[in-house]
Nanobody, 122 residues
Framework: QVQLVESGGGLVQAGGSLRLSCAAS????????MGWFRQAPGKERELVAV???????YYADSVKGRFTISRDNAKNTLYLQMNSLKPEDTAVYYC????????????????WGQGTQVSVSS
């Protein structure tokens, strides 16, 4: 089992920044692909970014150039730096872990956090 706990959400004005954190425990963090998903009210959950275990990353087109995913394997922590936030970024953001990164690309994961709310006002 992998336990994931997100933090860092909140309310910010458009153009502002937030950094989300995800603390992981339970298994060897470095073995897992880690990612962020989000779900806005009335919309399906969507993949935002992935940090693969070997270091490469993936971003959804909607966040490329604005969001940066990173991980600290020594601290078992995943981050999402979000800059130039837009109202359409408003959603609950979920941390996820999977042994195979392609599972996340397909919109799935092995483990999920409880989510943290990000609200961007115009």
């Amino acid at each position: 089992q992998v336990q994931l706990v997100e933090s860092g959400g909140g309310l910010v004005q458009a153009g502002g920044s937030l950094r989300l954190s995800c603390a992981a425990s339970g298994r060897t963090f470095s073995n897992y692909a880690m990612g962020w998903f989000r779900q806005a009210p009335g919309k399906e959950r969507e993949l935002v970014a992935v940090s693969r275990s070997l270091g490469s990353t993936y971003y959804a087109d909607s966040v490329k150039g604005r969001f940066t995913i990173s991980r600290d394997n020594a601290k078992n922590t995943l981050y999402l730096q979000m800059n130039s936030l837009k109202p359409e970024d408003t959603a609950v953001y979920y941390c996820a872990a999977a042994l195979v990164s392609q599972k996340m690309i397909a919109g799935l994961s092995d483990y999920w956090g409880q989510g943290t709310q990000v609200s961007v006002s115009s």
